[in-house]
């Protein structure tokens, strides 16, 4: 049986306490952040995390590791990761250099013997290479494990992942099935670049992270900016508002705001007027085009 | 409870959200570790464990709404000033909708939901056990409101604190904003009415949720169109990406000796790690001909969506636009900072139309073909998007044969039903001989389906 460290952990006996945890580690939380990851915890269930980029997706499990003191495991994925780098290996320079020690010094024993004997040896834990994902299985502590950007995987490489979140284990032909002793919080995170599989999908809680309301995301500049006065704050949150409302190619997120915000502190600006606005925008705004439309739009400064 | 949550699960399958047997187990078991009486905690653990997409959360919400407003019963009081108040208390609707400003302003959930309630029970004149869907009532109710007044209201009151030009520019988005979260209010206060009076299997029913890829393109509202285009956005990427996809996996790469050499070094010599180059990145070069006249008018809006959201993520896109003279529009949608402007200058730049304004297939595929068969190679893909509604023109399909032969892919997305095809003036069938395929695309969820099997 698979210890759940998780669901008696102190810090996972309710949503409140769950929100309390992230924020003490810098985290504030929505609602349904807090919600979500509790029931991960509880019913020991990996979370797919979704929304746009600079969100607070990745943070989100650093956070958690973070408050609940447990390692953090990271998988980042990308095209073209196979087993052999997100599970395990064997070490076959490792294995070689065993064959070739065992033969200089055992020549007169019989070959058959011998082979039988090597062929036991070799394939053991001592020439197990641990990646990401049997690292977290086989860690005796509870761990977090982060695998980052699941939809820069190709589809085929997905059903690897399918083994270790419903059931927590891994098949290594050589060695057996190796089970989890304690439940590892899983979260994948996606940019939504395409549709993951529905067997995926259904061996998780789904969370999406979307750009946060107003309100929350002035608790975020304040609390992460030090030395924000309210009234510029609220300017800044009002004025990204509105900037998310209009059609842009790539709308600002909380990082980028988080960055605006520290310019215009060190620029010295204390309220945002139509002058000082076009100079920094391309700070919040990453194209030509959207910097533009902004200015056009939330500001009275253009020439017409 | 448990019986409701079955209940909400195929409410939720009806509206197409796949909400699947173990989904609805984790559902139950959540139960068990919330406090379920908390409405929004129990939003929100429910969302996690029975939506998938991030498209779907509206339509969850709304038939969230529907099968678990944990209403109290005690609106008695409301009930005495249904009628009667409506011409002898006008100087009571003023006051309803200051009101209102004020629970706006504050922010304060409570006030706002009782006055949004005392609105509702006074102007959204509901009759008990008619099978609507409410939206009307959410209407009549807004509209006595008054919303641009409160509009005002609003912004008069947000200046007060400071009156930069700057910060009343913003202050026009807050009150918007809080407009919005009103109206959503008061849609939410009538369906609980609905649902007190109804039940909520029915109420769902009436309902209707579309989610928005199953909204049809040809009678979608403007509004509608607006909201789909943010799922076209990932679509467009996806359709780019899969025309790049299969040729990579035809094609593993060529090997390369320079690494495979290095890689043997550590293996005595022995070359065990094969390595090959990486893959070139593909480049799909899409040809993309819409039809823009007024036949399929809200379809090539959507066309259009589609070719915009397509050009800002790919360089090599090309786009045509045709009525009875076909034209490049790529550069304006290159050029235009939204979709609205790029149709712009495609109704009023490009030239489509060369006698009468009638679609002509047959002239539009000539002219492309010869004006620009000398760009089509064997990596492009020619998507022809139109109803194929000729009005009698010749067809000159043997046009097509030509375009096939040069490209490699040429498809076809018919707006209409498949029933339609062929009937009147369409021509669908004498092109589709030439197509690699012709596809029914009434709907966001048919475009995704053509991205899937054909590609």
């Known amino acids: 049986m698979i210890r759940n460290d998780w669901r008696d952990h102190e810090k996972f006996q309710g949503i409140e306490v769950v929100a309390d945890s992230l924020r003490t580690v810098g985290y504030l939380p929505s609602r349904q952040i807090a919600t979500t990851v509790y029931l991960a915890a509880r019913l020991a269930k990996p979370i797919l995390v979704e929304g746009p980029a600079g969100t607070g997706k990745t943070e989100l499990a650093k956070a958690v590791a973070g408050f609940a003191q447990a390692e953090l495991i990271r998988l980042q994925c990308y095209e073209g990761l196979d087993e052999s780098k997100a599970l395990y290996e064997w070490n076959y320079r490792k294995q070689l250099l065993r064959i070739q020690a065992d033969r200089a010094g055992v020549e007169e024993v019989e070959q058959k013997e011998g082979w039988s004997k090597v062929g036991q040896d070799i394939f053991n834990e001592e020439f197990l290479l641990e990646r990401p994902l049997l690292h977290a299985i086989r860690s005796q502590e509870a761990s977090v494990l982060l695998v980052d950007e699941v939809d820069r995987m190709e589809v085929e490489t997905e059903a690897l992942l399918l083994e270790i979140l419903s059931d927590f284990q891994v098949s290594v032909p050589e060695l057996g099935t190796i089970v989890a002793e304690s439940l590892p919080l899983v979260f994948l995170t996606s940019n939504g670049t395409r549709d993951l599989s529905e067997a995926l999908k259904r061996r998780c809680l789904f969370l999406y992270i979307d750009y946060p309301m107003p309100e929350r995301e002035l608790e975020i500049l304040v609390a992460k900016v030090p030395g924000l006065n309210s009234q510029l704050a609220k300017q800044i949150v009002g004025f990204i508002a509105g900037l998310r409302s209009l059609d842009l190619k790539k709308s600002p997120s909380i990082s980028e705001s988080l960055d605006w915000t520290r310019a215009l502190l060190e620029m010295g600006i204390v309220t945002l007027e139509d002058s000082s606005v076009p100079d920094t925008l391309h700070l919040l705004l990453k194209y030509r085009s959207d910097v533009e439309a902004g200015i056009k739009e939330l500001t009275s400064s253009d020439r017409s | ?455």
């Open chain 2, 1 to 455: 409870m448990l019986e409701l949550l079955v209940g909400f699960a195929t409410a939720l399958r009806a509206s197409g959200i796949s909400c699947s047997q173990s989904e609805l187990i984790d559902a139950s078991q959540i139960l068990g570790e919330i406090d379920f009486l908390d409405r929004d905690e129990l939003r929100d653990s429910l969302r996690s464990a029975m939506v998938k997409d991030p498209l779907h959360i509206e339509a969850f919400d709304r038939l969230f709404d529907v099968f678990f407003s944990l209403r109290s019963f005690d609106s008695a009081g409301s009930d005495d000033d249904t009628e009667g108040g409506k011409e002898g208390d006008y100087q009571n609707d003023v006051d309803l909708t200051d009101l209102l400003a004020k629970a706006l302003l504050q922010n304060d959930r409570e006030k706002l939901s009782r006055y949004v309630r005392q609105a509702v029970s006074r102007f959204g004149g509901i009759e008990k056990g008619r099978a609507v869907s409410g939206l009307y009532y959410a209407y009549r109710t807004l509209r006595q409101i008054d919303l641009d007044r409160l509009l005002l209201l609003l912004e008069a009151d947000l200046d007060l604190e400071s009156g930069s030009d700057f910060d009343r520019k913003l202050h026009k988005l807050d009150a918007k904003r809080l407009i919005d979260s009103l109206k959503a209010q008061v849609t939410k206060e009538v369906t609980e009415l609905l649902v007190e009076d109804r039940g909520p299997v029915a109420v769902a029913k009436t309902l209707a949720v579309t989610l928005p890829e199953d909204i049809e393109i040809v009678r979608a509202s403007r509004e509608e169109l607006a909201r789909m285009q943010r799922t076209v956005e990932p679509l467009a990427r996806k359709l780019a990406a899969r025309l790049a996809q299969k040729h990579r996996s035809q094609n593993r790469g060529q090997v390369d000796m320079r690494k495979t050499m290095r890689a043997s070094l550590s293996y005595g010599g022995t070359p065990v790690e094969l390595v090959t180059k990486p893959p070139r990145p593909h480049k799909p070069e899409i040809f993309l001909i819409a039809d823009v006249s007024g036949s399929v008018a809200s379809f090539s809006r959507f066309t259009m969506q589609l070719v915009f959201a397509m050009s800002s993520q790919f360089s090599k896109v090309r786009s045509f636009a045709f009525i009875d003279e076909v034209d490049e529009v790529t550069s304006y949608f290159n050029s235009a900072k939204d979709i609205n402007e790029a149709m712009r200058l495609v109704n009023t730049k490009a030239k489509v139309v060369w006698l009468d304004g009638h679609s002509d297939y047959g002239r539009c595929l000539e002219s492309f073909w010869e004006r620009y068969h000398s760009d089509l190679t064997r990596r492009s893909s020619v998507i022809i998007c139109g109803d194929a509604r000729n009005n009698y023109h010749s067809a000159k399909a043997e046009v097509l044969k030509l375009v096939k032969g040069a490209s490699k892919h040429l498809f076809w997305l018919n707006p209409e039903p498949h029933a339609y095809w062929n009937s009147g003036d369409s021509v669908i069938s004498s092109y589709a001989e030439y197509c690699d395929g012709v596809y029914e695309v009434r709907s966001l969820r048919h475009l995704e389906r053509f991205i899937t099997e054909a590609i």
